[in-house]
T-cell receptor, first 118, second 112 residues
């Protein structure tokens, strides 16, 4: 059973460029969340996708956008990259509460994509 | 979501129990306590969660005080592989809010 996968593992971009990160959720999961983790900090919630719609968003500018596909995989896009966007970008998958029949929001995280902006 | 407070770092001897405290004095009645850990250069890993009763699974035990204002994660026999940053998170279950708010966590160093 494949867990959460992310690609690429590492990426180097220049200020002002655009980047797309990809995530495939754990088999059977239908919800994908994205987090940004700066060095030495805890992960910060960017947004969450379910049924191909953004359901919830953290305190991130519109330069950060996403998409979810019918197969539940997801992309994170960041436009006009800034040096401060350098971070580990984590994808987490889970089951939508309504269908899980469970009280848990156990989320499975991928290994992350390390983005460096120069 | 309620805020949590954890000590920045702790040490534990290999084979001994590691007890990681967390304060969440503003927790609401519908908020669960979650624990995740992050081993260096990996994504966070779910450990355990609870509402008001103590919980135990194959990884750890979670002890929640009666007033729910604090909790303790217990790793009964710590190994070197348990060295990681441990995050205590309080989150409500409502619809699909699923958002996890991570703080700075506790860096647990297990020493031989």
């Amino acid at each position: 059973d494949a867990g959460v996968t992310q690609s690429p593992t590492h990426l180097i971009k220049t200020r002002g460029q655009q980047v797309t990160l990809r995530c495939s959720p754990k088999s059977g999961h239908d919800t994908v969340s994205w987090y940004q983790q700066a060095l030495g900090q805890g992960p910060q919630f960017i947004f969450q996708y379910y049924e191909e719609e953004e359901r919830q968003r953290g305190n991130f500018p519109d330069r950060f956008s996403g998409h979810q596909f019918p197969n539940y995989s997801s992309e994170l896009n960041v436009n006009a990259l800034l040096l401060g966007d350098s971070a580990l970008y984590l994808c987490a998958s889970s089951l939508f509460f309504g269908t899980s029949g469970s009280s848990t929001y156990e989320q499975y995280f991928g290994p992350g994509t390390r983005l460096t902006v120069t | 979501d309620a805020k949590t407070t954890q000590p920045p770092s702790m040490d534990c001897a290999e084979g001994r129990a590691a007890n990681l405290p967390c304060n969440h004095s503003t927790i609401s009645g519908n908020e669960y306590v979650y624990w995740y850990r992050q081993i260096h250069s990996q994504g966070p890993q779910y450990i355990i969660h609870g509402l008001k009763n103590n919980e135990t699974n194959e990884m750890a035990s979670l002890i929640i005080t009666e007033d729910r204002k604090s909790s303790t994660l217990i790793l009964p026999h710590a190994t070197l592989r348990d060295t990681a940053v441990y995050y205590c998170i309080v989150s409500a279950i409502s619809g699909n809010t699923g958002k996890l708010i991570f703080g700075q966590g506790t860096t647990l160093q297990v020493k031989p």
